[in-house]
């Protein structure tokens, strides 16, 4: 599967306690783009990353959310003693290259949970 | 602040007819313009794209541009029961990488 991988797909936690979502671009792509959606509600945008690099994180709560693209291995979207209000949908996308005409192509997504 | 406006719906059409899904933006700088389509639960799934003014054709899907009047929108021909689901615009400005989504229309086609 070439695809946009997220895992996991489904992730409960109590509040308080820290998630990890991952994200595994599509093969050739380096270019990451993390989104949240909350039921009802459109995509909104959060961070931007390529290999080792945070291009544009403004739409990145300044507190308790990081993300990283490190040289191997997936994008991690780290989100912090957790509050009910983070349960929502985290969307992954990536594209091929830099670019204003570079297409976006998301993965499953992974739902969180927040008891 | 840039925007992206959908009618939220829902648009509900007999199978076999054509749906008309509309998409206006405000920034004129836009240059690039994405229809995705996202089944309930599910992730956005990219249909089309379409950069010029005009009329981009893709099976039963036609994407219309003119950014003249600043909107952009999706026919979908032979609407079919497969096809119910929300449809995002989404759209690029130039030398942005991040695109400005709307809140998508919801669509219904029923047998």
């Known amino acids: 599967n070439a695809g946009v991988m997220q895992n996991p797909r489904h992730l409960v936690r109590r509040r308080g306690q820290e998630a990890r979502l991952r994200c595994s671009p599509m093969?050739?792509?380096?270019?990451v783009y993390w989104y949240r959606q909350l039921p009802e509600e459109g995509l909104k945008f959060m961070v931007y990353l390529q290999k080792e690099n945070i291009i544009d994180e403004s739409g990145m709560p300044k507190e308790r959310f990081s993300a990283e693209f490190p040289k191997e291995g997936p994008s991690i979207l780290r989100i912090q003693q957790v509050v009910r209000g983070d349960s929502a949908a985290y969307f992954c996308?990536?594209?091929?290259?830099?670019?204003?005409?570079?297409?976006?192509?998301f993965g499953p997504g992974t739902r969180l949970t927040v008891l | 602040q840039k925007e992206v406006e959908q009618n939220s719906g829902p648009l509900s059409v007999p199978e076999g007819a054509i749906a008309s899904l509309n998409c206006t933006y405000s920034d004129r700088g836009s240059q690039s313009f994405f229809w995705y389509r996202q089944y309930s639960g599910k992730s956005p799934e990219l249909i089309m794209f379409?950069?010029?003014?005009g009329d981009k054709e893709d099976g039963r899907f036609t994407a219309q541009l003119n950014k003249a009047s600043q909107y952009v929108s999706l026919l979908i021909r032979d609407s079919q029961p497969s096809d119910s689901a929300t449809y995002l615009c989404?759209?690029?400005?130039?030398?942005?990488?991040?695109?400005?989504f709307g809140r998508g229309t919801s669509l219904i086609v029923h047998p």
């Open positions: 996308a990536s594209s091929g290259a830099e670019g204003s005409t570079d297409t976006q192509y």
């Open positions: 093969k050739g792509h380096s270019h």
């Open positions: 379409i950069y010029s003014n």
């Open positions: 989404a759209v690029l400005s130039g030398g942005s990488y991040i695109p400005t």
